[in-house]
């Protein structure tokens, strides 16, 4: 057989024939690609359509539901925008339980959440700053949280990948405060051969035995390989570091979740507001605000928009199952619920006539092997945002190729740096990307990639990504 025989046999393998000719056919760098690492046509999805126009220039197995990985992002935080509006925001409360004199509370002080997704320390020692300068000094009762807004189903967080303290597994929750995680940095000390542990925030109900070892040598990834044991309850929690830390590693950050939500927000309010000189007698509790507690003041989170734009850029998995539970509870009424944001997304949907067959939501965040989206159905949720009225803030919301977000190192020195605003999504077997980019002809399309194929290797599907936006932007 001679050697362009065994080519068409092989494209024949991969490519299914429809997609030789015409319109439909990929572009024949992807296909090289596809072939080179003997991924099968029908593994790959791609849906490129200007903006300005009514067909699709290059629709490749566009219908064939596939794991959308973090991408399904871009409906959750669109539907949050279009249905809340980008100035929505989020409120968290402080109220008195018991008689206050002289800025001594005689009973109880409720934090009560209201799912504000962006409450880091820096937000809620504001919060805290507020509330002394209101005159309340020392609360001689407990502090109570109310973080009866949301109901997420529960939920194992080792289920995913067996990793229950990596930042991107944290669960929602009312009063989430640093996205439930814990800083942790490592200091070899060359002199005294140890290794100092530092905590940031820093938690007084947070307990840390370091069992490290200073080790010589270069770092060779085993930083990644120390064992950490986590102890947690409704109050607090203990975590031990142990094993060898080589002093190649250096001075380094892991940021882990070792605190229940509650039990964080208690130990931040704790260090926080005994810093500024305030005093609490009690402990932790959980529950309902009482019907007679008095608003002492209230905090307000950033605008939808900024929130979005958070979630978007750098894929913050908490943050986005947050604007899910939203949808729940303002659609629904309280307590928020997956569920009750999937219901409200489909109403959303039906009401903008956007048909998406062989749609699956999980969570709103990516993080599941159960999603599912078509490239055509995601491209016409692009289309949609396009012509909104919240599009400059939906489409600046978008990594920025070569710039920021989770594009800042690809595509840097390209054409394309600059000019495409796409997001991303990996997961094991699973690629994505999806977005606008601006041809070298100034014309913007809707372009749409996703790659499913059991052992697929990240560095080959951002190739093929690469490949797909390199061709639209030649265009």
């Not at 900024?306 to 908490?318: I, T, Y």
Request: proline share 6%; glycine share 10%.
């Amino acid at each position: 057989m001679s050697g362009r025989a065994v080519l068409l046999v092989l494209l024949a393998f991969f490519l299914p024939v429809h997609a030789l000719h015409g319109a439909t056919a990929l572009p024949s760098q992807v296909g090289k690609l596809l072939r080179k690492h003997k991924i099968p046509g029908s593994a790959l999805s791609v849906y490129v359509q200007d903006v300005t126009n009514t067909r699709p220039t290059l629709a490749w197995r566009a219908n064939t539901p596939r794991n959308p990985a973090s991408t399904i992002k871009l409906l959750t935080t669109f539907a949050a925008m279009d249905v809340l509006g980008p100035a929505y925001t989020w409120k968290t409360s402080a109220l008195a339980h018991g008689p206050m004199r002289d800025g001594y509370l005689e009973g109880d002080l409720v934090l009560k959440g209201g799912g504000d997704p962006f409450l880091v320390t820096e937000k809620m020692w504001k919060f805290l700053r507020e509330l002394r300068d209101t005159g309340l000094s020392h609360i001689a009762g407990d502090l109570v949280i109310d973080d009866g807004v949301f109901s997420p189903e529960p939920e194992d967080p080792a289920a995913f990948d067996g990793k229950p303290h990596r930042s991107y597994n944290a669960q929602p929750n009312a009063l989430l405060v640093n996205f439930q995680t814990v800083r942790f940095t490592f200091d070899p000390d060359d002199l005294n051969r140890r290794v100092e542990i530092i905590t940031s925030p820093r938690l007084a109900n947070l307990t840390v035995r370091n069992r490290l070892r200073y080790a010589s040598g270069s770092c060779r990834g085993s930083f990644r390989r120390m064992k950490m044991d986590v102890e947690d309850d409704d109050a607090g929690g203990t975590v031990t570091f142990a094993g060898k830390y080589p002093e190649g590693c250096g001075r380094a950050s892991i940021n882990r979740v070792v605190l229940r939500p509650t039990a964080k927000a208690y130990g931040v309010f704790r260090e926080l507001w005994e810093g500024m000189g305030g005093t609490l007698e009690g402990s932790l509790r959980i529950g309902e605000t009482p019907p007679d507690a008095r608003e002492i003041t209230t905090f307000e989170s950033p605008s939808m928009s900024e929130v979005v734009r958070r979630v978007n850029k750098f894929s913050n998995n908490v943050m986005a199952r947050t604007l899910l539970l939203t949808l729940g509870a303002e659609a629904y009424g309280e307590p928020g619920t997956y569920e009750k944001g999937r219901r409200a997304m489909g109403d959303w949907l039906a009401a903008k006539r956007l048909d998406l067959p062989g749609l699956r939501v999980d969570n709103g965040a990516g993080l599941s092997r159960d999603s599912r989206i078509t490239a055509r159905a995601m491209a016409q949720l692009l289309l949609a945002a396009y012509q909104s009225p919240y599009q400059p803030e939906f489409m600046a919301s978008l990594p920025l190729a070569g710039m920021d977000g989770t594009m800042h190192r690809r595509l840097r020195e390209s054409p394309l740096a600059g000019r495409a605003h796409i997001k991303t999504g990996s997961l094991d077997d699973v690629s994505a990307g999806a977005g606008y980019v601006l041809s070298s002809s100034n014309k913007l399309y809707v372009v749409v990639v996703f790659l499913n194929h059991e052992g697929l290797r990240r560095t080959t599907a951002k190739a093929i990504q690469d490949e797909v936006l390199n061709w639209v932007y030649a265009r």
